[in-house]
């Protein structure tokens, strides 16, 4: 069974910083893209920042240059580094693994976590 759980969010100041995590577990071969997304209330979910698994990255206009995704494929986790941070950043965010390959030939797709607040105050 594989499994996504997030961890890292919070309550922070306008300006502060957070990383948060997501380590993927169960049976697993390799994980192809994986990103991190959010929701706000009453708002869709939204792409925030994606990687491959060859590393290349895609920030969403509104988080470039403050949010920076990364990913430890020996560990199977997946990281926002997240800076400067702005009360429109408050929102439940999310991870999600593409594409799995839980043993060679064999895939699954579209896996997320169950979500970590974050809570940005003014």
């Known amino acids: 069974q594989v499994q996504l759980v997030e961890s890292g969010g919070g309550l922070v100041q306008a300006g502060g910083s957070l990383r948060l995590s997501c380590a993927v577990s169960?049976?697993?071969?390799?994980?192809?893209?994986m990103g991190w997304y959010r929701q706000a209330p009453g708002k869709q979910r939204e792409l925030v920042a994606g990687?491959?698994?060859?590393?290349?990255?895609n920030y969403a206009d509104s988080v470039k240059g403050r949010f920076t995704i990364s990913r430890d494929n020996t560990k199977n986790t997946v990281y926002l580094q997240m800076n400067s941070l702005k009360p429109e950043d408050t929102a439940v965010y999310y991870c999600?693994?593409?594409?799995?390959?839980?043993?060679?030939?064999?895939?699954?797709?579209?896996?997320w976590g169950q979500g970590t607040q974050v809570t940005v105050s003014s």
């Open positions: 999600n693994a593409d594409t799995i390959e839980v043993v060679p030939g064999i895939f699954v797709h579209d896996y």
């Open positions: 169960g049976s697993i071969f390799s994980i192809n893209a």
């Open positions: 990687i491959t698994s060859g590393g290349s990255t």
